[in-house]
């Protein structure tokens, strides 16, 4: 079964760059059905779609968040990472990474999900 | 933008059914999603494609969808179904995901 792990520095400073990496085990990262995507969570809140990645390189992303973000998928590592650039207090957040299954009709759904990492941007 | 409007808190005894709704423009024509998650925990996909369950969820758990208004129901609802459950769906509009405000299922 497929599992995935967050990876990265849990403290970022304000207008540095947040930078994850999520580890895919269990099936490949350039599997067809899937994308690969970031969802966050801030503290006492709901979930916020972050962005999303196929393999080859096709990408989609939040639009309120679009002008910071880059998800970048290694096949050789079947790693896939985010980068949040020029953070603030308001990007502190459970970051979760997770297998995005797209169906027909561009109908996409989030499973399996990793655990979740806690990153805090403070000075 | 779309956006998906679910109820802050939803009670229910135990034994008894909840339901919380997941409202959109519509709705009933897209494919909606639902997520449990456990505090501490990341979620957890209980219902996609409006109706369908991955392996490992109880029957207990259904999806409906129609017009406005999509639905999980809990039948016999348990202790260990108190959570925060999302719906999701895929904005075709502006490519883009969206998730509804979440829903508190409290169990009496």
């Known amino acids: 079964q497929v599992q995935l792990q967050e990876s990265g520095p849990g403290l970022v400073k304000p207008s540095e760059t947040l930078s994850l990496t999520c580890t895919v085990s269990g099936d490949s990262i350039s599997n067809s059905n899937y994308y690969w995507g970031w969802i966050r969570q801030s503290p006492g809140k709901g979930l916020e779609w972050i962005g999303s990645?196929?393999?080859?390189?096709?990408?989609y992303y939040n639009p309120s968040l679009k002008s910071r973000v880059t998800i970048s998928v290694d096949m050789s590592k079947n790693q896939f990472s985010l980068k949040l650039s020029s953070v603030t207090a308001g990007d502190t957040a459970v970051y979760y990474c997770?297998?995005?299954?797209?169906?027909?009709?561009?109908?996409?759904?989030?499973?399996?999900w990793g655990q979740g990492t806690m990153v805090t941007v403070s000075s | 933008s779309y956006v998906l409007t679910q109820p802050p808190s939803v009670s229910v005894a135990p034994g008894q059914a909840a339901t919380i709704t997941c409202g959109g423009n519509?709705?009933?024509?897209?494919?909606v999603h639902w997520y449990q998650q456990k505090p501490g925990q990341a979620p957890v996909l209980v219902v996609y494609d409006d109706s369908d369950r991955p392996a490992g969820i109880p029957e207990r758990l259904s999806g409906s969808n129609s017009g406005n208004t999509a639905t999980l129901t809990i039948s016999r609802v348990e202790a260990g179904d108190e959570a925060d459950y999302y719906c999701q769906v895929w904005d075709s509009s502006r490519d883009h995901v969206v998730f509804g405000g979440g829903t508190k299922l409290t169990v009496l």
């Open positions: 997770a297998g995005n299954f797209w169906s027909a009709y561009s109908n996409n759904w989030f499973d399996p």
């Open positions: 990645m196929f393999y080859s390189g096709s990408t």
């Open positions: 519509n709705i009933g024509s897209k494919s």
